[in-house]
C-alpha cells in the first residue's frame, strides 16, 4: 500500500543536493517545496525509495537514531523536504506495497 498523494519516481538533479546538518551527522539532503513525494528518488542512476517521514519541526534526534539504524543496515539515504516534512529515503529496503500480505 502506498501513501495517499505520493507520486511515482522523481529525479534527483545532483546540482540540487545540500547538505543537512543534525547531531553530527552531515545527511545528503534536497529540497522540493510544495511539490508531491515521490514513492522513489533516482539520484545518480541509483534507487532510494520511501522509508519514513518526519515532522519538520522537532526531527533532529529521531533522524539521527533513523539514519544510524539505517546505515548500520548498509543502506546509503537521501533526505528529500516536500511541504513541512522531512522524508527518509534509502537503498537496499524492500518498497512499500511490495510483497507478500501479512499471513499468506
Request: aromatic share 12%; proline share 6%; no cysteine.
Amino acid at each position: 500500500m502506498f501513501l495517499v498523494g505520493m507520486q511515482g519516481v522523481i529525479e534527483v538533479n545532483p546540482s540540487r543536493l545540500e547538505a543537512l546538518y543534525t547531531d553530527g551527522l552531515e545527511l545528503p539532503y534536497v529540497e522540493f517545496g510544495r511539490a508531491e513525494p515521490g514513492i522513489k528518488l533516482v539520484l545518480d542512476g541509483e534507487e532510494y525509495w520511501y522509508y519514513k517521514t518526519l515532522p519538520l519541526k522537532g526531527y533532529g534526534a529521531v533522524l539521527a537514531r533513523q539514519v544510524r539504524d539505517l546505515e548500520a543496515e548498509g543502506q546509503k539515504l537521501l533526505l528529500a523536504r516536500f511541504w513541512d516534512r522531512i522524508y527518509i529515503y534509502a537503498t537496499g529496503i524492500k518498497p512499500i506495497g511490495v510483497g507478500k500480505a501479512p499471513g499468506v
